[in-house]
């Protein structure tokens, strides 16, 4: 019910920004603009989904644009640099992404540092090694890899629509998405993960193995940004160590809030999330597209809108707690 | 009359908090507000002190209508709550606490010279003697107790109110605590007391006023106030004493189903702990704070590491790394501190009855069974008697009596072979606390092994076959339930000798 709302409310802004920019500019609706807002918003909702199990154990992953970084330029340059062939390069970079959530997980767990240390070192350390290993320079496949970028490059025309194609690093999402949503919602393990967000202790009172289920999402979240990272790098073909995926995890961050995560932790929904994911590149766009806001405000405006949102959540909450107990 | 309340309601979600309620509070008089949990008192507090607003009635200052829109108010009008839980911060000394929020100052800048002096007479107001400079985390809570009257005296109050002041206390602490109380009366301030402590209430009140379910129902004066009789105007019925309780259970117990052998908890490496406890057997664990009850229990669930020692479940040894370990043994824990560790409070009741069975109801122990939750939940509120039995509920609003039958039935589920409980019975009303009593009982005649610490003796004594009472984080003695007294338990839990019968029982 409450969840409801929160997901109704941002996918209510999500509708009112994609109306206002249609209305504004003429370029919004074209089947092209479409089917580039649902590759990016597919590769950023991956990443996203990955920061929202950090947040719903009531963690927080800084590394998220740093993981990016690393995976996204280890795989071109093991594969063009190295010649190292493809069926090892791929699992060795998304099994590196789950091996850096481990050290993150356990790191939180076991040696109990707070999650935002962690992973901010892990935003410095992994930024630094992948411009140390690619000596700071550009690393792309050359035209090269068709095969292997078709995972993301490959469009589904839909018939009738002029030129509209469905990317599919939207089927990508949806999978993920749906194993998500299985995963919490109709799984023991998934209850336990939301409890063990809610209130550790009694969770662990309850006979739930906690320690467990924070590493994991540790695990899920840098697996993801891993994972997304090698998407991203697939999508754009080259990238500069230096600032490729810089961002990245305040966007996933802002994502998992938008869509309905508490920092506090216990709550999130993945549809939320998806939504949330979608609103950021909307945003992105419409600053993009519409000729009097200057692009080079587009921060500002996303982080006023962002803002607005919490404000307005906040109220709602409220509103609704009012409602219920009558208290001021 | 200083403080006059009249016809106060307050409904919340699904219940009727107070239907009508009238308190009236003179000056230099104790009032005593009594009542089972739920029953309203707190709600009608917070009214008092500003802290919620009432659906409907009026509120009268020295005969003048006021409504509180804030404790600020209340404050202002010279009503002063003092919370259950403290509220001191322990980083700041005991002057800045005392005038938070009022320290005198000179545009920005405190005068604390000024600070002092002010801090220092409330704190001999209260019967302190204490150097305002001397930090909150130094002090006992019983000291931290009397700051909090400092501070509430502090802003002039005429009118204080106080929740459970005791629960925390030691009983020297307490005294000091009564004392105080009972020369502010005498100086003139109006005290609203609220404790489930009816000897406390038999010292000091000067009125009783009874609550039951967001009613009035009558008030005592001083010479009528007599446990038994308020015991019963609080409850609605004659209560079944419990003493009787297990008199038919028998001393032919089953098979041994829990077994310690020389467990050594991290808090008292030197003692080895050695403990057996048969099928259908109530042992209560006695002692007092700080005996090592509370450590023991957490390491036979796993809680704590063990330094060492061997647990054995119906006699198979069981290797024990953390609680859902021990849940997999079949030992269930309802743990001291409901609201931290025994209840997600944020997740609704059926939420957190479902918890620690969530594999055992769901489909290969994964895949979650919705119908077979909402059936386990719904048979659970009803057998533990949870009230109000809407199971969709925040856990967290329920009284504490019901978390905890929440708390015990998060466990019932499972159908544990060994069931540990630490203050099964704390904070609980009269009511809540024989239908708990019964519970464990029924636990224990299915079979179950049943292992309980109280700090109660009449519970000690009500609801077991044998107390087992520690000191010093070893066993100091065993008493049967016939030879079992107050006096008996006392001499062990102070570490004097056993009483040779019950030495024998010890073997």
Redesign the interface.
Known sequence: MKRAGKILGVFGLLVATCVATSALTPYFLTAYNIENLLRRTSLFGVISIGAAFVIIVGGIDLSIGSVVALVGCLLPWLLVEHGVPIWFAVPGVLLLGLLLGLCHGLLVQRVRLQPFIVTLCGLLIYRGMARGVTGDQTVGFQNGFKGLRSLVKTRFEVPGLDGFAIPSTLLILVAIATLAVIFL?????G??LL?TG??A?????????T?RYVVLAYVICAGLAGFGGMLFILDVGSAQPADFGNFYELFAIAAAVLGGCSLRG?EGSVIGVIIGAALMQVLQNAITLIDWIPDNIQYAVIGAVIIAGAISDEGFRRLLLRR????? | MILQARNIVKRYPGVLALDGVDLDVAAGEIVAVVGENGAGKSTLMKILAGDVAPDGGDLRVDGRATRFGSPRDAIDAGVVLIHQELSLADNLDVGANILLGREPRTGPFLRRADAAVRAAAALRAAGLDLDPSASVASLGMGTRQLVEIAKALSTEARVLIMDEPTSSLTAAEADRLFETIERLRDEGTAIVYISHRLGEIERLADRGVVLRDGRFVRSFERDEIVRDRIVESMVGRDLAVDAGLRAGAGSHHGEARLEIRGLRTIRHPQHAVDLTIRSGEIVALGGLVGAGRTELLRAIFGIDRRVAGEILVDGESRRIRGPADAADAGIALVPEDRKSDGLLLDESISENLVLPGLARTAAGGVIRRPRAERGLAESLVTRMGVRPAIHDLLAGGLSGGNQQKVAVGRWVGCDPIVFLLDEPTRGVDVGAKAEIHALLDRIARSGAAVLAASSEMEELLAVSDRVVVMHEGRIAGTLARHDASESAIMRLATGGPAADVARSEIS
């Open positions: 919602r109709f799984t023991v393990w209850r336990h409890a809610r209130n202790s009694a969770a662990r009172h309850g006979g739930v193995r320690d216990g219920r107990t009558g208290t001021p």
